[in-house]
């Protein structure tokens, strides 16, 4: 909440105003994504572990596209999660997952 509040109090065109705020969204529904995968693997639920995966990559892409058109592009570019993939699964995903399978 802190963060939005600063965002908020700062003059910001609609334009990134409007980005920030679907990217924001987009996060929040990607962790919820991928606590869904977590649960689904913790239930040796593949398949749907796989679809969790993908849709928290999804949030991710949907977000950094929406500053395709935007003077930040480079930036984002240089950042982008959706690149930073191993196994076919986003960073955070595999880490999360990850850390889950050793402390079984």
């Known amino acids: 909440m802190l963060n939005e509040t600063k965002i908020s109090d700062r003059p910001v065109d609609k334009f990134m105003r409007d980005r920030l705020q679907l990217c924001f969204v987009m996060y929040d529904t990607g962790v919820n994504n991928i ?7 913790e239930l040796n639920d593949y398949f749907n ?11 991710t892409v949907t977000c950094e ?4 058109q ?27 997952m990850d850390s889950r399978l050793k402390n079984r």
Do not use: T, W
Not at 35 to 41: E, H, N, R, T, Y
Not at 65 to 68: I, P, V
């Open 35 to 41: 606590q869904d995968a977590i649960q689904k693997l």
């Open 49 to 59: 572990r796989i679809i969790a995966n993908e849709a928290s990559l999804n949030d």
């Open 65 to 68: 596209d929406g500053f395709s």
């Open 70 to 96: 935007s003077p930040l592009k480079k930036m984002v570019d240089r950042s982008r999660l959706s690149d930073r993939i191993v196994n076919g699964q986003p960073i955070i995903a595999y880490n999360l």
